[in-house]
C-alpha cells in the first residue's frame, strides 16, 4: 500500500474532498467491491427514509461496467487479511515511545519495529524512521535512524526517575493530565455539535430527494454521498477521541502511584504507563551522523528530551550516543584507561569484552589505539591514556 500511495501523491491524484492519498483512502479504494461492479444500496445510508442497516444492505451485481475482476479483488482481501494477521499479536505498550521520537532529519515518527538477527547482529527491537510510512515525499537527505528500544527506554525511564520522582513533580503531572484531557473534551463536543448539524443537513437533503425531479436527482445524490461520507469520518474522529480520553482515569492512577514504582518502572503495567508517559513527555527526537575517532568512521547517535511545559522542566535533556547508540568497545576500552591505575593489560579487558581469548581482546585494543583513546607502551608495558 505504500507504493500505491506513493505513486497516487507523486502523480498528483487527490480524493473526493481534494486530499492528498492516506493509508486508510488507499485501503478504502481496495476493499470497495463497486470497482468489480457490484451496488451496494443503503450500505451508507442512515436516515428514516432509507433505514437499511449496514450490515445488510441491497446487493445488485453487474449494475455497472467493473473495472476489475471479482477473482482478483478476492485475491488483494486475502493478501490485506494475511498482512493485518500477521500485525497483530503486539503486546500493548511494548514500544514505549510510539509517537512521541521523531526523526531529527525529516521529522517523521520513529516506530517500534522487530528485526530479525542476521549475521552481524543480533536484532530486537528498534525505533526505526521509515521511508515507507506515511504520505509525504522521501528526503534523500534523511539517513533514516534506527536505534535499540531497549536503550531509549532505560535512558528515558531514569531520566523520569531522577528529574521528576526524586524531585516531587507527581502533583504538576496529576494537573497537566487533567488541563488535557480537558482539552480533548472540548475538541470532542465541537465534533458532536458539526456531527449534528451535518446530519440536520443529510434529513433535509433526503427529504428533498424524495421529490426531486429528474433534472435534479443526480446533484442531491452526489451531495448527499458527500455529506455521508463527512458523517462517517466525524463519527470515526469523535470515536477515536473517546478511545483517547478512557484510559486518562488510568494514567492518573499510574501517577498517582509513581512515588511506590521508584525503583521499579520496568515492572509496572506497560499499557497504562504508556498513557502516563505520553502526557507528561513532549517529545523525543533522534538524530544520527557520520563522524570520525582518530582512525575509526562511525556513526554518531544524539538526541533531545523535552518535557510537557505544565511539568516544570523546560530545559531540553540531551540524549548521548553512549546511551542510545550501538555499544562500542574501544571507547568503553578508553574509559577504562582513564579509571585504572597504572597501565591496562589484555588481562583487564576480559570482563569487558565477555571472553578470556586473548586474540580477542588483542583485536579491541588495536581498535582503541586506532581511535586513539589509548596508547600503547614500549616493550609490552601496557597501554594507557593518550
Not at 202 to 208: A, Q, V
Not at 258 to 287: C, F, M, P, Y
Request: charged letters at 25%.
Amino acid at each position: 500500500m505504500a507504493d500505491v500511495l506513493r505513486e497516487f501523491n507523486s502523480c498528483g491524484l487527490t480524493t473526493t474532498f481534494g486530499n492528498k492519498f492516506t493509508f486508510s483512502s488507499v485501503k478504502g479504494l481496495l476493499q470497495n467491491p463497486a470497482y468489480t461492479g457490484l451496488l451496494r444500496v443503503g450500505y451508507y445510508t442512515k436516515e428514516k427514509f432509507c433505514n437499511l442497516a449496514e450490515d445488510d444492505p441491497i446487493l445488485i451485481e453487474d449494475s455497472h461496467e467493473p473495472l476489475i475482476s471479482a477473482e482478483h479483488f478476492e485475491e488483494v482481501q486475502q493478501q490485506l487479511s494475511r498482512r493485518q494477521k500477521r500485525q497483530e499479536g503486539c503486546p500493548p505498550g511494548r514500544y514505549l515511545f510510539t509517537g512521541i521520537v521523531r526523526c531529527q532529519h525529516c521529522g517523521r515518527k520513529m516506530y517500534g519495529v522487530k528485526h530479525k538477527p542476521r549475521r552481524h547482529d543480533r536484532g530486537g527491537r528498534f525505533y526505526q524512521c521509515n521511508a515507507s510510512l506515511g504520505g509525504q515525499p522521501i528526503d534523500p537527505h534523511c539517513p533514516h535512524p534506527a536505534i535499540r528500544a531497549d536503550r531509549l527506554d532505560t535512558f528515558v525511564l531514569d531520566t523520569i526517575r531522577t528529574r521528576l520522582l526524586e524531585t516531587g513533580a507527581e502533583e504538576r503531572i496529576r494537573e497537566a493530565i487533567i488541563r488535557l484531557s480537558a482539552q480533548d473534551t472540548k475538541a470532542t463536543s465541537q465534533d458532536e455539535r458539526k456531527l449534528l448539524e451535518l446530519r440536520k443537513k443529510i434529513e433535509r437533503g433526503t427529504e428533498n430527494l424524495a421529490l426531486a425531479g429528474a433534472d435534479d436527482f443526480a446533484a442531491i445524490s452526489k451531495l448527499l454521498q458527500r455529506w455521508r461520507e463527512e458523517e462517517s469520518s466525524l463519527q470515526d474522529q469523535i470515536a477515536h477521541c473517546h478511545s483517547d480520553l478512557n484510559p486518562i482515569p488510568e494514567a492518573l492512577r499510574v501517577i498517582a502511584r509513581l512515588a511506590e514504582i521508584r525503583q521499579n518502572l520496568d515492572k509496572a503495567n506497560r499499557a497504562k504507563l504508556v498513557e502516563a508517559i505520553h502526557l507528561t513527555i513532549a517529545s523525543i527526537t533522534i538524530g544520527v551522523c557520520e563522524t570520525k575517532t582518530g582512525e575509526i568512521t562511525h556513526n554518531l547517535h544524539s538526541g533531545e528530551l523535552r518535557f510537557h511545559e505544565a511539568i516544570g522542566i523546560p530545559e531540553v535533556i540531551r540524549i548521548p550516543d553512549e546511551a542510545i547508540g550501538v555499544p562500542k568497545i574501544w571507547r568503553d576500552v578508553g574509559v577504562l584507561a582513564n579509571q585504572h591505575d597504572g597501565p591496562i593489560r589484555l588481562v583487564d579487558l576480559y570482563d569487558l569484552i565477555g571472553s578470556r581469548d586473548p586474540s580477542h581482546a588483542s583485536y579491541h585494543m588495536r581498535r582503541a589505539v586506532i581511535a586513539g583513546v589509548v596508547k600503547k607502551l614500549p616493550k609490552n608495558q601496557g597501554w594507557v591514556p593518550p
